[in-house]
């Protein structure tokens, strides 16, 4: 999946506009991306509680997808793969990364 490889996807930053900044300026860790069927990059950042949050992004079509590994309650999906966001929504992930639009459920 490339979320560990350390590689930028080729396109991931011509791609991305100031709508979309990169996460890294918000405390974010990049990890790997993928080059495969299109432009998804890897982050993850620790929460304040001990846990971590993973986030794909997908810079192109401007889709996302979160996880929560909670220390005591495990992980939980906060966004959806392929959850399509606004600029403000990415921006407000980005800022408060257990940010979610629906309902937390555990990852199966």
Known sequence: SGRYNGIRPNDSITTRSNQYPDP???GWTFTGGSNDSDVMEYFEITTNMGGKVQMDFDSSQATIHTILFHPTTGP???????TTVTPEEYQTILKNPRFTT???????
């Open 24 to 26: 890294t300026l918000f």
């Open 102 to 108: 629906q309902k937390p459920v555990p990852v199966t």
């Open 76 to 82: 939980m999906v906060l966004m959806p793969k392929n």
